[in-house]
Antibody
Framework: QLHLQESGPGLVKPSETLSLTCTVS??????????WAWIRQPPGKGLEYIGS???????YSNPSLKSRVTMSVDTSKSQFSLRLSSVTAADTAIYYC???????????????WGQGTLVTVSS | DIQMTQSPSSLSASVGDRVTLTCRAS??????LNWYQQKPGKAPKLLIY???TLQSGVPSRFSGSGSGTDFILTISNLQPEDFATYVC?????????FGQGTKLEMK
């Protein structure tokens, strides 16, 4: 059974950089069919797609955040990471990592999720 | 960017009821539509992908339909564990977008 676990600081100061890591266990991070994604959810609000990274290092970031987002993957550790720079209170959210399956015939979905980690931006 | 609109925002129902939840995309997304169930304090759980395909392990009382811009999630014979928030998501084009959710509450 695939398991994803987010880790990182729960409190980040305004203007600093948020850094999170997702550790994948129970499966390979290097599979051809999967991307590895970050999704966030401000408290009491809806889900926002941040971006995805492929095991080769190819990334896609939501244009609304693109200038501040860096994603990377470390296949040797079965981990992928998110860095979000210049954070403000608006970046306070539960951050989820997830596996994205990309197939044919309209198949493109997030099937495994981490439990989520709350990151608060505050001084 | 494609916007996803769900209705109603909340719905009260009873165990055993059949409920219908709607999701509308701001433009044609073919059948690139996924449904998730989210319970308080938990990550979303995939229920249906490609508009109508049931994810493995999801009970058959859940069903999805639609294509283009209008989609429906139907839950038949509601069970106590079904009271949750249901979220749709388009995967037709980036940036992927989620609806704001329909909260299904017990009457």
């Amino acid at each position: 059974q695939l398991h994803l676990q987010e880790s990182g600081p729960g409190l980040v100061k305004p203007s600093e950089t948020l850094s999170l890591t997702c550790t994948v266990s129970g499966g390979s991070i290097s599979s051809d069919s999967y991307f590895w994604a970050w999704i966030r959810q401000p408290p009491g609000k809806g889900l926002e797609y941040i971006g995805s990274v492929y095991y080769s290092g190819t990334t896609y970031s939501n244009p609304s955040l693109k200038s501040r987002v860096t994603m990377s993957v470390d296949t040797s550790k079965s981990q992928f990471s998110l860095r979000l720079s210049s954070v403000t209170a608006a970046d306070t959210a539960i951050y989820y990592c997830a596996r994205r399956l990309l197939g044919g015939n309209s198949v493109d979905y997030f099937d495994y999720w981490g439990q989520g980690t709350l990151v608060t931006v505050s001084s | 960017d494609i916007q996803m609109t769900q209705s109603p925002s909340s719905l009260s129902a009873s165990v055993g009821d059949r409920v219908t939840l709607t999701c509308r995309a701001s433009q044609n997304i073919n059948t690139y539509l996924n449904w998730y169930q989210q319970k308080p304090g938990k990550a979303p759980k995939l229920l249906i992908y490609a508009a109508s395909t049931l994810q493995s392990g999801v009970p058959s009382r859940f069903s999805g339909s639609g294509s283009g811009t209008d989609f429906i999630l139907t839950i038949s014979n509601l069970q106590p564990e079904d009271f949750a928030t249901y979220v749709c998501q388009q995967s037709y084009t980036t940036p992927y977008a989620f609806g704001q959710g329909t909260k299904l509450e017990m009457k």
